[in-house]
T-cell receptor, first 113, second 113 residues
């Protein structure tokens, strides 16, 4: 049972354009959402997070939007850079669930120079 | 401030042998999590530990797998009598407390031959 879904396995964008990575979840108990970036043979690196009390969080080129009614979140990267090419994981946790993260399968982003 | 340190980075074991994976959390972090990533999959939660205590092991297989986080020293994930299906990347993460960002190590890639 996939509680966090990243339905597009890959995304290719031109350098300088916007990258939009989508994530859907089914568990209404989730109240904290995170995005991680992962390069091959390395561990995931935390990018940005959002609490369910907010609908937007911005950090530099990265913005995460949360639509609770649709159980949907998205990560916007603008402008995209070649160094952004990596696998991006969406993750979620629920208060009282011991902070364990439920991950999606990841999206491979390729930014073309 | 060193990040989460995992060793070894790569581990090859024959079927039936034991695998021991080590994780030293970031300085000041007392919460440790272990995740497993199978090929083409997202990370799956295995176990959450605090010093000398297992808080949540709901993601651990019932047999052959165990974890500890002693008062002194690293956290250990032990897999007894390994089978081919145990081949995966095992990631450790640490955090300062519950519902704070978890930082991941680079992982241990276990190959069972």
């Amino acid at each position: 049972d996939q509680q966090v879904k990243q339905n597009s396995p890959s995304l290719s964008v031109q350098e300088g354009r916007i990258s939009i990575l989508n994530c859907d979840y089914t568990n209404s108990m989730f109240d904290y959402f995170l995005w991680y970036k992962k390069y091959p043979a390395e561990g995931p690196t935390f990018l940005i997070s959002i609490s369910s009390i907010k609908d937007k969080n911005e950090d530099g080129r990265f913005t995460v939007f949360l639509n609770k009614s649709a159980k949907h979140l998205s990560l916007h990267i603008v402008p995209s850079q070649p160094g952004d090419s990596a696998v991006y994981f969406c993750a979620a946790s629920a208060t009282g669930a011991n902070s364990k993260l439920t991950f999606g399968k990841g999206i491979t982003l390729s930014v073309r120079p | 401030n060193a990040g989460v340190m995992q060793n070894p980075r790569h581990l090859v074991r024959r079927r039936g042998q034991e695998a021991r994976l080590r994780c030293s959390p970031m300085k000041g972090h007392s919460h440790v999590y272990w995740y497993r990533q199978l090929p083409e999959e997202g990370l799956k939660f295995m176990v959450y530990l605090q010093k000398e205590n297992i808080i949540d092991e709901s993601g651990m297989p019932k047999e052959r797998f165990s974890a500890e986080f002693p008062k002194e020293g690293p956290s250990i994930l032990r897999i007894q009598q390994v089978v081919r299906g145990d081949s995966a990347a095992y990631f450790c993460a640490s955090s300062e407390g519950e519902n704070t960002e978890a930082f991941f190590g680079q992982g241990t890639r276990l190959t069972v031959v």
